[in-house]
């Protein structure tokens, strides 16, 4: 079978013109996808009985099954089965006025963090845009209020998954798909400088928002933190974050998890300050205070010395925010999505007892 939700508007014309319908069929066929959230031949009324029975012998919808939710007040977490049995999860994020998707890119992660749960199994594989597209949309098919944010916060690398991520912000972005703003999708990356370099020079990729996961001032506990910056250094990463070409009034997050006393000291603040300073239009910091995890040896800092650190950057004139993750009593909150059903099953008896069975 191959997954209606894996194509572009022009891929599926000229696929479809294989199979001998007109082209136009695909903007019908995409148009219930997208904007009816019909998933189902029979129900495309305005195509013939004829193309309904052919396509459904060739096409479905979902690559993914959804195995399970498990809500909290602020967010909720959807699981879902590959059909070679992996799981990839989602999670959806209440936010004061709007809802945020968080989207997984890849089935494990190779970067290795030391922080962060993904990691802890490295690399199972890339999901296909099929897959990407599919959270998205089965997510929204039991939503009511529409999503209008997406961010790639979720398991994975997405510029290690480079081709199959441009073709989901693809379809999350077109007219003809989901037509969501490009500024609302957000690719967040460890900093891959080669893809980075790709990225800006790809007039598509680089008008999505761009987050950074920045972590330490410092070279050396970079080193230690994000394996993959031994070759991928700080130098060399603020170097093309620099000269990064952003549309107007755009700026790049760097994204900081604050770990207690690993990197929340106000000497790492100001150093902090000290390389963004010169380009400090440029650039906007999110705070993250760490969402432990039972298998990381990690914590995090106190309130008190997450404002300090906070002050120490707008004293020096950069825009910084907190951002508690929302989720992080189920498990969806960013770092912690792992796939472990019974980890997840396990906490559940603490924290909601009546959705653990
Ligand atoms: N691989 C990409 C995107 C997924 S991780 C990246 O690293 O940017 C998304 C974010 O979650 C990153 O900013 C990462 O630093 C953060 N993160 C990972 N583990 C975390 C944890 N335990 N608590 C808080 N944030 C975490
Ligand atoms: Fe991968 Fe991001 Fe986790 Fe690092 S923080 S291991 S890059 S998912």
């Known amino acids: 079978m191959e997954f209606i939700t894996g194509y572009t508007l022009e891929e599926l014309k000229e696929r479809i013109t294989g199979l001998g319908l007109e082209p136009y069929r695909a903007n019908q066929i995409l148009s219930w996808v997208y904007k009816k959230l019909t998933t189902d031949f029979n129900l495309m009324t305005d195509l013939p009985k004829k193309a309904r029975e052919d396509l459904s012998k060739v096409f479905s919808f979902h690559p993914l099954r959804l195995e399970d939710r498990v809500e909290a007040p602020d967010a909720t977490k959807f699981l879902f089965r590959t059909?070679?049995?992996?799981?990839?999860?989602?999670?959806?994020?209440?936010?004061?006025?709007?809802?945020?998707?968080?989207?997984?890119?890849?089935?494990?992660?190779?970067?290795?963090?030391?922080?962060?749960?993904?990691?802890?199994?490295?690399?199972?594989?890339?999901?296909?845009?099929?897959?990407?597209?599919?959270?998205?949309?089965?997510?929204?098919?039991?939503?009511?209020?529409?999503?209008?944010?997406?961010?790639?916060?979720?398991?994975?690398?997405?510029?290690?998954?480079?081709?199959?991520?441009?073709?989901?912000?693809?379809?999350?972005?077109?007219?003809?798909?989901?037509?969501?703003?490009?500024?609302?999708?957000?690719?967040?990356?460890?900093?891959?400088?080669?893809?980075?370099?790709?990225?800006?020079?790809?007039?598509?990729?680089?008008?999505?928002?761009?987050?950074?996961?920045?972590?330490?001032?410092?070279?050396?506990?970079?080193?230690?933190?994000?394996?993959?910056?031994?070759?991928?250094?700080?130098?060399?990463?603020?170097?093309?974050?620099?000269?990064?070409?952003?549309?107007?009034?755009?700026?790049?997050?760097?994204?900081?998890?604050?770990?207690?006393?690993?990197?929340?000291?106000?000497?790492?603040?100001?150093?902090?300050?000290?390389?963004?300073?010169?380009?400090?239009?440029?650039?906007?910091?999110?705070?993250?205070?760490?969402n432990p995890d039972p298998n990381l040896p990690y914590e995090r800092p106190p309130l008190e010395r997450i404002l300090s650190f906070q002050r120490e950057l707008w004293d020096r004139g950069v825009s910084t925010f907190v951002r508690f993750s929302k989720g992080a009593d189920v498990f969806g909150a960013c770092g912690q999505l792992r796939s472990r059903r019974v980890m997840l099953k396990s906490h559940l008896h603490e924290t909601h007892p009546e959705m653990a069975r």
Not at 149 to 161: I, K, T
Not at 212 to 237: A, C, G, H, Y
Not at 254 to 260: A, C, G, N, T, V
Not at 268 to 275: I, M, T, V
């Open 83 to 290: 059909q070679d049995g992996h799981l990839v999860e989602t999670v959806l994020i209440k936010e004061r006025d709007h809802l945020t998707l968080c989207v997984s890119s890849q089935i494990g992660c190779a970067v290795g963090c030391t922080f962060c749960a993904t990691a802890m199994d490295g690399l199972i594989r890339n999901l296909t845009a099929a897959e990407i597209v599919d959270q998205f949309l089965q997510v929204q098919q039991v939503t009511e209020e529409r999503i209008r944010n997406v961010v790639f916060m979720g398991m994975g690398e997405p510029l290690a998954n480079y081709d199959n991520v441009r073709k989901a912000s693809q379809i999350m972005v077109s007219p003809w798909g989901l037509d969501l703003s490009k500024r609302r999708v957000t690719i967040s990356t460890s900093g891959i400088v080669s893809q980075l370099k790709r990225m800006a020079r790809d007039p598509f990729m680089r008008e999505l928002n761009l987050a950074v996961s920045i972590n330490s001032p410092r070279q050396d506990l970079r080193e230690e933190l994000m394996p993959l910056t031994k070759t991928n250094t700080l130098k060399e990463l603020m170097e093309v974050l620099k000269n990064f070409p952003l549309p107007r009034y755009r700026r790049i997050t760097l994204e900081y998890i604050l770990i207690k006393d690993v990197n929340d000291s106000v000497k790492e603040a100001r150093q902090l300050a000290k390389l963004i300073g010169p380009y400090k239009k440029k650039f906007k910091v999110n705070l993250i205070p760490y």
